[in-house]
């Protein structure tokens, strides 16, 4: 049997989390580790590893709530743009960031660099803001 990820902890609530969105098939809430404010991890609620391995309702479904979940971000962090980005190293569950971006067209996939900003605190702060 395949060992609970970070992510699957967090759904079974034995991690907190700042979530900013939850149903029956996905979670989403703010990463520890921003590239921007509001970086946020959509995450399905069945462990898989791979994007590319969901069932295809269960890839359907992920990205329809990306979209929702990215087009509230662009309006409410009032940016130019909300970058996806799928590194899939990191955690063995399968996940997607979403990324407000201003105008610079790019995004930067180091770390915010002052990771003192990420406090329990800011990120709730952050997570009330902008919570669906």
């Known amino acids: 049997m ?8 967090i759904i079974n609530g034995k991690i907190p989390s700042h979530k900013i969105y939850e149903d029956d098939q996905v979670i989403a809430f703010l990463t520890n580790h921003p590239l921007s404010e ?16 969901l069932e295809a ?7 329809k709530t990306a979209q929702k ?8 962090m009032d940016v130019a743009r909300v970058a996806v980005v799928i590194k899939g190293f990191e955690v063995p ?5 979403l990324v407000p971006i201003g ?7 180091d770390p915010m660099p002052e990771p003192s900003e ?5 990120l709730a702060s952050v997570a009330e803001r902008i919570r669906l």
């Open 2 to 9: 395949q060992e609970p990820s970070i992510f699957t902890l």
């Open 38 to 53: 509001g970086h946020t991890l959509v995450v399905p609620k069945k462990q898989i590893d791979q994007i590319w391995d």
């Open 57 to 63: 309702d269960d890839y359907d479904y992920l990205w």
């Open 69 to 76: 979940i990215a087009l509230h971000l662009r309006k409410v």
């Open 93 to 97: 569950h399968t996940h997607i960031h």
């Open 103 to 109: 105008h610079q067209g790019f995004v930067n996939l």
């Open 118 to 122: 990420a406090t329990n605190d800011y």
